[in-house]
């Protein structure tokens, strides 16, 4: 492929799309250091951050500080050349052992985190649930996958608060009602017994299960049918009047 092309569909607005074999696990958001293979020329060194990786493929940003080195890089080699870009990329490589250098901010600024998580897969948004922090974790609640809320909830910093508005979310998928009501300490909750008994996403099944963990004064309210399913009222008013 041309030289010139990659940069003007892809290196010149911040990043890169390539066949690159991949060996071992790369965690998201990872800097490493790409390295483009030319025809006839040295190899480019490139400074990015990991937005997606495949077996056969990875998709990166171009970190701001790399920017500017990689415009000058590329004109240096084209120099003489037809407009069309005669150079070819060879190919890429990662360099996985040599550690990035510390990244400074940029007027451009990094890829908000928003942005990253909408180009991750969702196995990537799995491993992000499982060990990102805060804002990471709202971000991923609103994802519809129930295998990502749940893992969400199975990530050990994840705290009562964010459980309980997962829990009254709407956008509360089966599979996360079902990891919430089953969990060790979320699931025995009155907050969140609540909080599921109330949201029409929860199956009926965990639903009727919670009810027998609320607080008397909210029991007694559910038993009044205020804003809950007939089937759910019937289980409340039959652990009040047995």
Known sequence: MGLLRDYDTQLQVGGLFAQVEVTGELPPFAEIALVLLIDGAEPINVRTRLTVATPGSVCVELLPEAQGPLATAIAQLLQGEAPSGS???????????????PVRAAHSGPMPLD???AAMSTSEKVQLALHGEREARSLLCRERAGVIQASVVRNPKVSLDEVTALARSPQLAPDAAEMIANHVTFGVSSQIALALVRNPRTPIPIAVEMVKKLQ???????????????QITQAARKILFE
């Open 87 to 101: 150079a070819e990329r060879r190919g890429v490589r990662l360099l996985t052992d040599e550690p990035a250098r």
């Open 115 to 117: 942005r990253k998580i």
């Open 216 to 230: 008397p004064n909210d029991l007694r309210a559910v038993a009044k049918g205020l804003g809950v399913r007939a």
